[in-house]
């Protein structure tokens, strides 16, 4: 099978990912909150990196149960903090917090996070066609922008076009890949 070419294959985690998740359209807000809080913790790691911890992010932040993060305090940081099993930067476990705080803003504001953010597109894939690899573009700038005007930490442009790649704003399959 041809897939993309930054697939690790020898991480059947990873191939799963690639074939049956990234580059999907998702509409659904607990889907969408648990990648954008992954991919927030991807800043300067790779992605195989995160992934491979999901499954304990998963167990540390409460299967990613909004109104539960909103509600985390001081114990449940030192708590994230001591779990080896997840990354542990204090900074990123901060930020996660205040960008789920925003999240549900944003899902009072627009009646869900999926209205807000595929509102960016017209609730539209965008299927690239060229085989040059970029890591953002200017709907990711905006979308950044944006969710840093509303106070989010850790989405910038580089991170939210990750983010869009991978809740399928923006299909991004290489042009060889079958799952495109």
Known sequence: MNRCSWVNLNNPLYIKYHDYEWG??????NYLLEMLILESFQAGLSWECV???????RLAYDN??????ISYGEEKII???NNTKIIRNKRKIIA?????KIFKNIQEEFGSFNNYIWSFTKNKTINRK???IINKNTLSDKISIDL????????????IYSYLQAIGIINDHEQNCEFK
């Open 79 to 81: 708590e994230l903090m």
């Open 130 to 132: 060229s085989s040059e």
């Open 148 to 159: 840093q005007k509303r106070g989010m930490k850790f989405v910038g442009s580089v991170i």
């Open 96 to 100: 996660s917090i205040n960008n789920a």
């Open 24 to 29: 999907r359209a998702s509409h659904d807000d």
């Open 51 to 57: 992934l491979n911890k999901r499954e304990d992010f």
């Open 64 to 69: 990613f149960d909004l109104n539960k993060i």
